[in-house]
């Protein structure tokens, strides 16, 4: 069973992250099939929680909006 939480840790936050998810506050990404779904505040610089009523994209979401975004105009 340990195991299995060790490789749960692994498939969140930014690579070469090395903080669990007890340690520190986390967000979720809304991006559709986001690489590491939650990420801890620290690991992609904020400070406080986002608001409840927007939307939050990691930085590789981020990135792949801009990129679609240009492609459709």
Do not use: I
């Not at 669990?20 to 979720?28: F, L, R």
């Amino acid at each position: 069973e340990e195991e299995e939480e060790e490789e749960d840790d692994k498939k969140y936050c930014v690579k070469g992250c090395t903080l669990s998810s007890e340690e520190d506050a986390m967000v979720g990404c809304d991006g559709k099939n986001c690489a590491g779904e939650w990420f801890h505040y620290q690991c992609v610089g904020l400070l406080t929680e986002p608001p409840h009523d927007a939307k939050w994209y990691c930085p590789e979401c981020r990135k792949k909006l801009k990129k679609s975004s240009k492609s459709r105009r």
